[in-house]
């Protein structure tokens, strides 16, 4: 079940990038560190390369990401291009890259409305014949900013010409929420428009803010000189924990793996409720790795109060939020990884509280497990959830938004393009019945 990754605009090339450098780097941890014998091992490398890589037959050749590559100037996709074939391990296929001279000046109708139709035709083409080296398509994964131009108005063309092309794959979209102070004067428009996009097209929206991001960098791995490419490692960190092979005694037999469509089928139950977030403990500085001890229970108890308390990060959760004020869980997928995982005891996350009375019990959670050690980690576990606090985030953009555009501010940069005032309202109701949605829950 192969996944064919998107990689749209600067930040969608440099997460891709990273993730493959990830998978790679998994797939190559030496058998002593793995947990596993040589033959189960074996059988995990092989399930990652198919999953996310294309082996060619001619021995001597290197995996190629499973990738189509996007991007309205060249600089991003020839610098990840480079660093892949530098590594001497995998390469993205070749022409499977489509740029131009010019970027959509962050402006989501420039991407949108202009680079996004006339590029439909070739993009479209390379998707088709990355699709056909799988031997069967799991879905597609999808990674772009919220804030630019082309992440967001190329991405969001994209992915709704995807469900016309695709209608029956599994398509995830996973995006980064802009900095709540701001990097761009217009990214609360290119937000929504995005978003009301993505949720019209998308089986489901995976959320990663960079307010977030930048907390886990500098206070749990102590990172002073901070970077995009230190955010996009914790990305890809939480997107391995996810990604990466486990299996469920849920659905025995040749659905037990968690493919894309299986947990996309468990995690977004209803059209109406597609936001999900990742969890994920322990995390940690490479240097404190080596002197740090974990338990089952431990970290357990401390990812189901992350969950309750919203936290970004094992350190610092508010212990004072109870059960009661949590935010209600539609539904919960964690993903348990190294020793010991038949002592685990997941039953809290089962707790009827933590979900609205209608979700059926055998629906709330979905556990999967595998005994290979990752990323050095004895013991890790990953939770991603269905749930309520996107919301809160989502609220405060709307408002940025709204306020600007009451007064027209900026908007003759989008009409311009092709875009009308009521394109902007149709976007705004669309976000603001998501938001009831999940107020109600």
């Known amino acids: 079940m192969s996944v064919v990754t998107l990689q749209i605009g600067q930040c969608g090339n440099q997460v891709g990038g990273q993730l493959f450098s990830g998978l790679v780097e998994d797939v190559n941890t030496k058998l002593s560190q793995t947990n596993l014998g040589q033959r189960a091992n074996s059988d995990y490398t092989d399930e990652v390369l198919e999953r996310f890589f294309h082996c060619p037959e001619k021995p001597g050749q290197l995996p190629q990401a499973r990738a189509v590559m996007v991007d309205m100037e060249p600089k991003a996709i020839a610098q990840t291009c480079l660093e892949a074939k530098k590594s001497g391990l995998w390469m993205y296929p070749p022409k499977q890259q489509f740029w131009q001279q ?224 949590s935010r209600r869980s539609l539904a919960n997928t964690l993903i348990l990884r190294g020793r010991d995982l038949d002592t685990v005891d997941t039953s809290s996350f089962s707790d009827p509280r933590l979900y609205p009375p209608w979700v059926p019990s055998d629906s709330r959670l979905s556990v999967y497990t595998q005994p290979r050690v990752f990323s050095s980690y004895e013991k890790c576990a990953t939770l991603v959830s269905n749930n309520k606090s996107p919301i809160y985030s989502l609220n405060s953009v709307i408002d940025k938004a709204w306020n600007m555009f009451s007064s027209r501010a900026y908007t003759h940069l989008y009409v311009k393009h092709g875009l009308t005032e009521e394109d902007f309202v149709d976007s705004f109701v669309t976000l603001e019945q998501v938001v009831a949605n999940y107020k109600s829950v």
């Not at 701001?182 to 929504?192: F, L, P, R, S, W």
Request: charged share 15%.
């Open 102 to 325: 010019r970027g959509s000046g962050n402006n989501w109708a420039h991407g949108f409305k202009v680079h996004g139709p006339a590029a439909e035709e070739k993009i479209f083409g390379m998707i088709q014949t990355e699709a056909e080296k799988c031997d069967n398509v799991s879905g597609f994964l999808t990674f772009m900013s919220l804030a630019g131009g082309t992440g967001s108005g190329v991405g969001a063309f994209i992915t709704q010409c995807l469900k016309d092309e695709f209608p029956h794959a599994f398509l995830l979209n996973q995006v980064v929420w802009p900095y709540s102070l701001g990097e761009v004067i217009v990214q609360n428009y290119n937000a929504v428009l995005t978003l009301s996009h993505l949720y019209q097209s998308a089986d489901a929206v995976l959320i990663m803010e960079n307010d977030q991001l930048h907390k886990i960098c500098t206070q749990l791995l102590n990172i002073k000189k901070l970077g995009f490419k230190d955010i996009n490692k914790v990305i890809c960190h939480k997107l391995l924990g996810v990604l990466l092979p486990a299996v469920t005694e849920k659905y025995p037999g040749i659905n037990s793996s968690n493919s894309l469509g299986v947990m996309l089928e468990h995690l977004v139950p209803c059209p109406s409720y597609k936001l999900l977030t990742v969890k994920n403990i322990p995390q940690m500085s490479d240097t404190s790795k080596d002197f740090s001890v974990f338990q089952w229970q431990g970290l357990i108890k401390h990812l189901r109060q992350m969950l309750i308390a919203n936290a970004a990060m094992e350190e610092g959760i508010d212990w004072q939020v109870k059960l009661e004020d």
